[in-house]
């Protein structure tokens, strides 16, 4: 079955920028995907078709992908950032799968 | 505005079937879109359980395809989730939320917390 790779965390001071990488094989072919998820909060699209931003996000959320790999940048990065973010993508044949996600701290 | 809210018992015993309904608003679920179920055990990750497209069609996780069923009912505007045989692993915050090919879960459900437990 189709796997997404994340590291388990991210840590960066406030003011710099935050790179959260996902890896998949062909990653770039099936539209991948971000979501940011607070504590007892549902997930918020972020990213969608590797570097599309849904209105309302913030401008320094930004993605980028090229082969196997897709990034979640943030810019500016501000205390409220901090989450877990969750990379996803299309498959054929499972449809929707999530990476492991990523907690990023702001510290 | 849609919203997306799910319903149903927060305690099932082991071996049971979990049963949950997703009520939609503000927006049709015969007028496209799929819609999904997506569910977190405590302290863990996303998992994806299954979708059903607006025209009826269902994709199911390949790990829990022989134990769930996705069904839709336009009248009502919801869709539902069954599980059957129910364990302890299956206890988790289940999401329902709406979808597209290549645009992401736009919208989320608040999420429901479902125990197993005798």
């Known amino acids: 079955s189709y796997e997404l790779t994340q590291p388990p965390s991210v840590s960066v001071s406030p003011g710099q920028t935050a790179s959260i990488p996902c890896s998949g094989d062909?990653?770039?072919?099936?539209?991948p995907c971000w979501y940011q998820q607070k504590p007892g909060q549902s997930p918020v699209l972020v990213i969608y078709q590797g570097r599309k931003r849904p209105s309302g996000i913030p401008e320094r959320f930004s993605g980028s992908h090229s082969g196997d790999t897709a990034t979640l940048t943030i810019s500016g990065t501000q205390a409220m950032d901090e989450a877990d973010y969750y990379c996803q993508a299309w498959d054929d044949i499972t449809d929707w799968v999530f990476g492991g996600g990523t907690k990023l701290t702001v510290l | 505005q849609v919203l997306l809210q799910e319903s149903g018992p927060g305690l099932v015993r082991p071996s049971e079937t979990l049963s949950l309904t997703c009520t939609v608003s503000?927006?049709?679920?015969?007028?496209?879109?799929?819609w999904g179920w997506i569910r977190q055990p405590p302290g863990k990750g996303l998992e994806w359980i299954g979708s059903v497209y607006h025209s009826g069609n269902t994709y199911y996780s390949p790990s829990l395809r022989s134990r769930v069923t996705i069904s839709v009912d336009t009248s009502k505007n919801q869709f539902s989730l069954k599980v059957r045989s129910a364990t302890a692993a299956d206890t988790a915050v289940y999401y329902c939320?709406?979808?597209?090919?290549?645009?992401?879960?736009?919208?989320w459900g608040q999420g429901t917390l479902v125990t197993v437990s005798s």
């Open positions: 062909k990653l770039v072919d099936k539209y």
């Open positions: 939320a709406r979808g597209n090919v290549g645009a992401g879960g736009d919208y």
């Open positions: 503000g927006y049709s679920i015969s007028s496209g879109y799929y």
